[in-house]
């Protein structure tokens, strides 16, 4: 049992390059989750996927598309990356998605450079 | 809206010592709080959550938290601080969204343990 696993682990971009992240669960989750981590900023909401087929936005959208692929796998997507989105990204999944007290599960996390 | 912030963004204890970390919340509606740990290089993992059942939580590692509405409080304790607790604490709120529901997150607190 794997839990939430993410990649690449690391990854350097150039301005404008573009990547996805990806992120798969073995959990049987409903909800999965796009973080980003910045120094002093604690964890802000990218995109979430309440069930497969469906996303929403979360608190820092611009800049990032997220596809529900399946139940497992949730990706998120840079069209065209800049140097703000230097970031260390974690995907999370949680539970049935209709609790309240649902416990998310971290990934180990993507760090990515844009030069 | 509902939020959280947390207390002194480094606190330093020494190894045998008193662990407390502040968390305060701000919410119109009974909130659902957690605390999750980071050690370096990882992703996050749950401690506690406060779920309404009672106000003394008690979570993984001897950690413990008290739901205290008077002062919209969860601060983390520990009675005795070991050096694998140097780590990032995060405390967190459930709210609800589309479909789903969503943590929001505090700063972040380094927790660093003096031999």
């Known amino acids: 049992n794997a839990g939430v696993t993410q990649t690449p682990k690391f990854q350097v971009l150039k301005t404008g390059q573009s990547m996805t992240l990806q992120c798969a669960q073995d959990m049987n989750h409903n909800s999965m989750y796009w973080y980003r981590q910045d120094p002093g900023m604690g964890l802000r909401l990218i995109y979430y996927s309440a069930s497969e087929g469906t996303t929403d936005k979360g608190e820092v959208p611009n800049g990032y598309n997220v596809s529900r692929l399946n139940k497992r796998e949730f990706s998120l997507r840079l069209e065209s990356a800049a140097p703000s989105q230097t970031s260390v990204y974690f995907c999370?999944?949680?539970?049935?998605?209709?609790?309240?007290?649902?416990?998310?599960?971290f990934g180990p996390g993507t760090r990515l450079t844009v030069l | 809206a509902q939020s959280v912030t947390q207390l002194g963004s480094h606190v330093s204890v020494s190894e045998g010592a008193l662990v407390l970390l502040r968390c305060n919340y701000s919410s119109s509606v009974p909130p659902y709080l957690f605390w999750y740990v980071q050690y370096p290089n990882q992703g996050l993992q749950l401690l506690l959550k406060?779920?309404?059942?009672?106000?003394l939580v008690k979570g993984i590692n001897g950690f413990e938290a008290e739901f205290k509405k008077s002062e919209t409080s969860f601060h983390l304790t520990k009675p005795s601080a070991h050096m694998s607790d140097a780590a990032e604490y995060f405390c967190a709120v459930s709210r609800s969204g589309a479909g789903s529901y969503q943590l929001t997150f505090g700063k972040g607190t380094k927790l660093s343990v003096i031999p």
């Open positions: 999370a999944s949680g539970g049935t998605g209709t609790a309240i007290t649902d416990t998310q599960y």
């Open positions: 406060y779920t309404s059942a009672a106000t």
